[in-house]
């Protein structure tokens, strides 16, 4: 948000000013732009440009905290920025005044204080929407002082009525009358079709823009316009500004919703384009890929408290990590309005926020995952008498360990018949032995297994009749433990697991 003088009545305005950027724990600064280049956010903005580019108008609904933060303006700026003949349409209330209940200035822009701010430069070039040329700027022409305080004796927020938005949206087309009949009648003359851009957050009636939309729709039927030549709108809400019900019929529109929009990969390469320092050591390397690995599964689609993670904690167990999630959390307690993240497998790969958790996606605490309900609070995590924090660990090493222990299980196999006691036993002797438990069981449990079938625990309990060295022993008892130890859900500790990496990044020909 802008500074303002002293004095001066904050007001809204039809783009405001990104937010501060996130830094992490070097100082780097996190920009949006940097979210915008993201697989997850790139393909979600390419889904509304697909509709909108083929006539469609589009309802888009953003989480609270999305819209208060700046970050929806953002991604809404990034959107238009690849659609041509945008029209943005002013709004007349501001964030501060949703939260006071306060009414705002007519689509005024704050006034900036003294000191410069690069970010609302960059927002005003994008919208067009400076003191110096915003289009209801004369409405408040006697009541801003040079300085940019509001003229002393005046009262400013009775100065003027606040425009409808078919006015404003009148004045932005530069036309008389009703705009919608004007953008029927100007696509129908072949003029390329506008984009109208309604930020239902900056509205005072934000079912105004629901009732333009229906009779937008029903008005370029009836003009006989074709889709891909008929105007479209773009409305942006949040779930309490334009509710499913006031919305009604939306005939050719579509409604999309910021949701599924993160995925692990996002995660994993923010992190890497913040990479720690580097390291030559093959070992080090892969522990901070399961560190990495942690910090993503743990905080899932909330971005920035990953990279915050990140920075608080370099590995360790999970005493470790839970206390490190206590100092980047906003709260050590669980909230009473935490949501009960639902069973339902479906609920995840919902195109929308089902009922049962749309209060919950729409305050921001949940959002879908990786192909789960991901509670983006996580004060259940900070419970040590919750197994939450322990299964997502698990989850981490497992997806990156455990392709690594299957290598190296294969690497040995293939060494199998050259380390064979030969003097003693035979290749189908050793396969005998070697067999699992689960073959011994099973009816056709007479069957001697191809060597590639081995598994860790098979190669462990026949290793007598391998010329192992003692190294190589070592590797193998690592590899078979930590096996045994993830697939029963447990995470490996510290210890363990720099044991592990050690064993993973050497060959069995060494030592």
Not at 271 to 298: H, I, P, Q, Y
Not at 320 to 345: H, I, M, Q, W
């Amino acid at each position: 948000m802008n500074a303002v003088n002293p004095g001066a009545e904050e007001s809204a305005s039809p783009g405001p000013a990104a937010p501060e950027p996130v830094t992490d724990g070097a100082g780097r600064r996190i920009l949006d732009e940097d979210l915008a280049r993201l697989p997850g956010p790139r393909r979600h903005l390419g889904v509304l440009e697909a509709d909108l580019r083929a006539g469609r108008s589009c309802v888009w609904y953003f989480p609270d905290p999305v819209v208060e933060s700046g970050r929806a303006d953002f991604f809404v700026r990034e959107l238009t920025h690849r659609l041509e003949a945008v029209i943005p349409v002013p709004g007349v209330v501001s964030l501060a005044d949703r939260h006071t209940g306060a009414p705002s200035l007519p689509a005024q822009r704050t006034p900036v204080a003294a000191s410069h701010d690069p970010w609302a430069d960059t927002d005003q070039e994008a919208w067009g929407t400076g003191l110096s040329d915003d289009p209801y700027g004369s409405l408040l022409s006697g009541l801003i002082a040079p300085g940019g305080g509001v003229r002393p004796g005046l009262a400013p927020a009775a100065a003027a009525q606040a425009a409808t938005l078919e006015d404003r949206l009148a004045k932005e087309l530069g036309v008389m009358g009703d705009p919608v009949e004007s953008l029927a009648e100007q696509a129908a003359a072949g003029q390329a079709p506008h984009v109208i851009v309604v930020r239902c957050w900056d509205e005072a009636a934000p079912e105004e823009a629901a009732r333009l939309l229906r009779v937008a729709q029903a008005t370029f039927h009836e003009a006989g316009l074709p889709g891909h030549r008929r105007p479209r709108f773009l409305l942006t809400a949040r779930a309490a500004d334009l509710p499913r019900a006031t919305l009604g019929s939306q005939g050719r529109a579509a409604v999309h919703w910021w949701w599924r929009v993160w995925t692990r990969l996002d995660t994993e390469v923010l992190m890497a384009w913040n990479s720690r320092s580097g390291t030559a050591d093959a070992a080090a390397m892969l522990s901070r890929r399961v560190t990495d690995a942690v910090v993503a599964e743990v905080c899932g689609p909330d971005i920035d408290r990953a990279l915050a993670l990140r920075d608080a904690w370099d590995g360790g167990d999970l005493g470790t990590l839970r206390s490190a999630l206590g100092r980047v959390l906003p709260g050590r307690t669980a909230d009473p309005a935490d949501p009960v993240l639902p069973k339902r497998l479906s609920t995840a790969h919902a195109s929308t926020p089902d009922a049962e958790i749309h209060g919950a996606w729409a305050r921001g605490a949940v959002d879908s995952w990786d192909g789960r309900i991901h509670a983006t609070r996580g004060s259940s995590l900070l419970d040590p008498g919750s197994q939450e924090l322990r299964v997502l660990v698990c989850h981490a090493q497992n997806r990156v360990l455990l392709p690594l222990i299957e290598e190296a299980r294969s690497a040995l196999i293939h060494l199998v018949p050259g380390l064979l006691r030969t003097q003693r036993f035979t290749l189908r002797e050793f396969c005998e032995k070697a067999r699992s438990q689960h073959l011994r069981n099973t009816p056709d449990g007479g069957a001697v297994p191809d060597l590639e079938e081995l598994e860790l625990g098979g190669l462990s309990y026949a290793a007598y009749m391998l010329a192992l060295t003692t190294a190589q022993r070592h590797r193998l008892r690592t590899l078979h433990t930590a096996r045994n130890i993830l697939s029963h859900r447990t995470p490996l500790d510290h210890g363990e697991l720099v044991t592990l990496t050690q064993v993973l990044t050497t060959d069995w020909t060494v030592g």
